[in-house]
């Protein structure tokens, strides 16, 4: 018995780490690029309030996502905008996207004619493989029991692993921002690489704020996301920057914000607002052990440029 | 940079001082595109912009009792905003205020708690509650400033992550324990204890409390201490190059942790005065996150100055005070949230008019002089 809570708690925590990991991954290419973008919050608001709405539209999770994902996209193309081309503060930028999209998804969610509150998506959906695979023991529930965007998300990982650190694209991205200067005079395009992968966090984003509304709750409430946005934007810190660690980092993310309801089952109590900060005090431990062994540290660390406006001008 | 538009051309050159005319106009022509922005969006929706903007301004500033809300709120904003400009002043990324805040509203309600309990009450009550709101976001900020000062940890992350854990030790004292702070007799609907009546701050009209004046005396004395002192200098010239602060002797470690705890004292004493002049008890429902990010906004808006964050403050609570009036008139209040974001975007992206001049000229005949349009000014 005590097993079996285990075993579905992890392959729960497998679920509700998709988005976390879906907008994780998306901000660590952003991150690469050497812009900051605070704005995970505000994105996977704005950007999955749009894909919910299109889910209570018409029944198709992938037009649902794709939406999700460009007005993600659109989110961050503001911040890209005000980050890349003006060059003001990223951390200031960020922080007024997080403020605007939690608004725009408030406005929307509740405009009088819409009422996105008391809809409801017009699909959900199926695991992909049959009832035999899932009933396996063990890799059953955890392996063969999820719906495709659980399977997309592990894609997406290999492919941004390998798309880093085993392309010249990759690297491109990662010379613009480790050193956007040298990469300009090897003639990458500093500010299309950095608009190009500030987008695609935002897409990142839209998609996990749609899969959290659309599948997850199948409802639409203000603040759902209750901090996802945040945790993600922990966990590419927590990973180091790499994309396999974020997959392992979601699901203990993911696992923590269900340990409550587990350990109760099991009889133990632990409350859920300590579990809730976890993940925060994991990434501030983890940050604070890196920085404290400079092997770590020139592994692990942030991009260099992170967050600094790059100017031919000025150095 | 330039660009040819017919016999003339557009140029774009850097600039250091901004003319007083660009200073003046370019925020308020942000402000006047956002607007604009916002009106198509509430004009898209159905609604009556003008009637929107007019309503908001009405709830905001209108009449006594809309100006002292706004005052109001606008309080623990100052403070949240100087909290910003101390540490970014010295190019240290504190976006931590809101963690700050909530565990002085943790420390101020729990010692008036304890002196309510031991028979102490009135100002000495007072005095040490605030005084334990900024000593608790002081150290705070100290759990990120000791790693940033001595293994060089970032402190943006550092500082966001304690918010969430500050929130987080704020709900177990209200919703997950029987502490200190919760009221046992509210077993079903959690609620702090109340501190003792003698221990709110004297207010005199409507909702407005004295401690509207400590904020605006917090941004005066920071004002002075960043220009007339020491500190202030070395703040400075640390901010402007930790290198040249090192080598002529200064102690940039030491810098970083005071600038750190100046700043989390200030949004720790905005926690105080929330619990003193506003809540009157540890309430989680209030003290939600929000005036800690706005804070640094507020703070970039006003250009890193101590006294405009006031002003700044001010607008920017006007809004939140607006809120409850445009639902009456069915309008989503959420349509204040979504403005206040898109100003902020539209004025933050306006700073780039006071970086560079852009001027409309002639095109001259003939090859233009080498070297002209790519030296930096």
């Known amino acids: ?131 035999g695979m899932q009933e396996l023991p063990l890799v059953g529930p955890l392996v063969f029991g999820h719906d495709w965007v659980v399977y997309m998300s592990w894609l997406l990982v290999a492919v941004a692993a390998f798309w880093l650190f085993r392309t010249r694209a990759g690297l491109a991205l990662r010379a613009v921002g480790e050193d956007p200067a040298t990469a300009d005079t090897v003639g990458i395009s500093v500010g299309v690489t950095r608009y190009v992968y500030t987008m695609i966090g935002g897409a990142g984003a839209g998609m996990g704020g749609t899969y959290l509304m659309v599948e997850i709750f199948a409802t639409y409430q203000h603040g759902i996301t209750a901090g996802l946005g945040w945790i993600a934007f922990a966990l590419v810190t927590f990973a180091g920057w790499r994309p396999w660690r974020a997959l392992v980092a979601a699901y203990v993310f993911g696992a923590l914000r269900n340990l409550g309801f587990t350990l109760q089952i099991l009889g133990a109590s632990v409350p859920s607002d300590v579990l809730n900060a976890l993940p925060f005090v994991l990434t501030i431990v983890a940050l604070i052990i890196i920085s404290a062994r400079p092997a770590a540290a020139r592994k692990y660390s942030a991009p260099s440029a992170l967050s600094i406006p790059y100017s031919r001008e000025i150095r | 940079m330039s660009l040819p538009l017919g016999a003339f051309e557009l140029t774009v050159e850097r600039q250091q001082i901004p003319s007083r005319l660009v200073r003046m106009a370019a925020p308020t022509a942000s402000v006047a595109f956002g607007l604009l922005v916002g009106a198509v969006i509430i004009w898209a929706s159905g609604q009556d912009p003008i009637l929107a903007y007019t309503e908001m301004a009405k709830k905001g500033f209108g009449g ?81 400033a000791l790693p940033r000062a001595y293994l060089n940890t970032d402190e943006v992350i550092s500082t966001l992550m304690l918010n969430f854990v500050a929130l987080g030790i704020m709900n177990y004292l209200i919703f997950s324990s029987f502490s200190h702070w919760r009221d046992p007799s509210r077993a079903t609907f959690p609620v702090g204890r109340f501190v003792d009546d003698s221990m709110f701050l004297h207010r005199f009209t409507g909702r407005l409390h004295i401690g509207l004046f400590i904020a605006l005396a917090a941004a005066g004395a920071l004002w002075w201490a960043l220009r007339s002192t020491r500190w202030g200098f070395e703040v400075w010239v640390t901010g402007d190059s930790p290198r040249a602060a090192l080598y002529s002797g200064m102690r ?104 560079n001049a852009v001027r409309l000229q002639r095109r001259a005949a003939g090859p233009r002089p080498v070297g002209v349009e790519a030296a930096p000014s």
């Open chain 2, 252 to 355: 940039v470690d030491r810098k970083i942790l005071s600038v750190l705890m100046v700043s989390g004292a200030f949004a720790g004493l905005g926690g105080g005065i929330e619990v003193g002049g506003v809540l009157g008890n540890l309430d989680p429902r209030a003290l939600s996150l929000g005036v800690g990010f706005a804070g640094i906004v507020v703070a970039a808006l006003a250009r890193l100055s101590p006294l405009g964050v006031i002003p700044v403050a001010i607008l920017v609570a006007s809004f939140t005070n607006a809120k409850p009036g445009l639902q009456v008139l069915g309008i989503p209040s959420e349509i204040v949230t979504l403005l206040e974001g898109i100003l902020f975007l539209c004025i933050v992206g306006g700073e780039w008019f006071l970086r």
């Open chain 1, 1 to 131: 018995m005590n097993d079996s809570v285990l075993l579905l708690s992890l392959a729960s925590a497998i679920v509700i780490g998709t988005p976390i990991l879906l907008a994780g991954l998306g901000e660590m290419m952003t991150e690469h690029s050497g812009v900051m973008n605070l704005g995970v919050e505000g994105m996977m608001l704005g950007g999955g309030v749009v894909g919910f709405w299109m889910s209570t539209q018409y029944p198709s999770m992938p037009l649902a996502m794709a939406v999700g994902a460009g007005v993600g996209a659109l989110f961050a193309g503001i911040h890209a905008y005000l980050a890349v081309t003006l060059r003001v503060n990223q951390i200031v930028s960020g922080l007024a996207l997080v403020i605007t999209g939690t608004g725009f998804a408030g406005f929307v969610g509740s405009s009088n004619d819409s009422a996105l509150i008391y809809a409801r998506p017009k699909s959900s959906l199926e695991p992909v493989f049959g009832e």
């Open chain 2, 64 to 144: 006594r009792l809309a100006l002292t809300g706004t005052l109001v709120l606008a309080t623990p904003l100052i403070l949240t905003g100087l909290a910003a400009v101390v540490a970014f002043r010295m190019k240290i990324w504190n976006i931590g205020a809101e963690g700050q805040l909530i565990l002085g509203a943790v420390a101020s309600s729990g010692v008036g708690l304890w002196l309510g309990d031991n028979g102490i009450g009135g100002p000495v009550g007072i005095v040490l509650m605030l005084a334990a709101g900024a000593g608790a976001g002081a150290l705070w900020a100290g759990l990120a």
